[in-house]
């Protein structure tokens, strides 16, 4: 693949990304704003559409296919480039995907019996809420992107999969503590 056509399908990758995130939290915040649902609701909801998405992902795992030709397009790339990693890597996120819907279920069946109460949207934190992943994606998406497009070859990827995972596990860790974090100045200060 040429480093034209290459710088091409990274831009649509990373537009179409951001897009869906900014989307998603738009039919979120508009759904929430629309309809009384409770906390349980809210994460069982969460909790199915992550299970779904899994399955689905898990049912075609041969397969690169994709509703966004440019995701097949990355896909089909990283797995030519990445050789057997790609795999792992690909299985990885499965795993945690099934982890983060069991989370989401759980709390769910926790949050049931209390007296629930309704999820309630707040703009400014929302914004704040989506600029953060925004950004958070973005440098994610970037630190793989350089690491799958400078490699030459397979071996290049020996054991990436547990260190993308790895720091992944520590940069969400950080990331859940600086927005609880910031939720709570939020709501001390506008409260």
């Known amino acids: 693949m040429g480093q034209k056509t290459l710088k091409v399908m990274r831009r649509k990758q990373a537009a179409i990304t951001n897009a869906l995130i900014i989307a998603l939290f738009m039919i979120y915040i508009t759904i929430m ?3 009384e649902i ?3 609701q809210m994460f069982f909801i969460l909790g199915l559409i992550i299970l779904a998405n899994t399955l689905m992902r898990w049912i075609k ?5 994709s509703i966004f030709p440019v995701f097949e397009q990355v896909a089909s ?17 499965l795993i945690m995907n099934f982890l983060l819907s069991g989370i989401f279920l ?3 069946n926790w949050l049931s019996g209390s007296t629930d109460t309704v999820v ?7 914004l704040v809420t989506i ?22 070859s397979a071996s290049d990827f020996r054991g990436y999969t547990l260190k993308s995972n790895l720091i992944g596990i520590v940069a969400g860790l950080a990331a859940a503590l600086t927005l609880s974090i910031g939720l709570i100045f939020y709501v001390m200060t506008f409260s």
């Open 61 to 65: 795992r041969k397969s690169t296919k």
């Open 131 to 152: 600029l953060f992943l925004v950004v958070l994606v973005n440098t994610s998406l970037y630190l793989h992107v350089r690491k799958v497009d400078d490699s030459q």
């Open 38 to 40: 409770t906390e349980s």
């Open 77 to 93: 790339y990283e797995k030519q480039k990445m050789g057997s990693e790609w795999r792992k890597q690909y299985n990885s996120g």
């Open 33 to 35: 704003s629309m309809f």
């Open 120 to 126: 309630r949207t707040d703009a400014g934190f929302m």
């Open 106 to 108: 759980l709390q769910s």
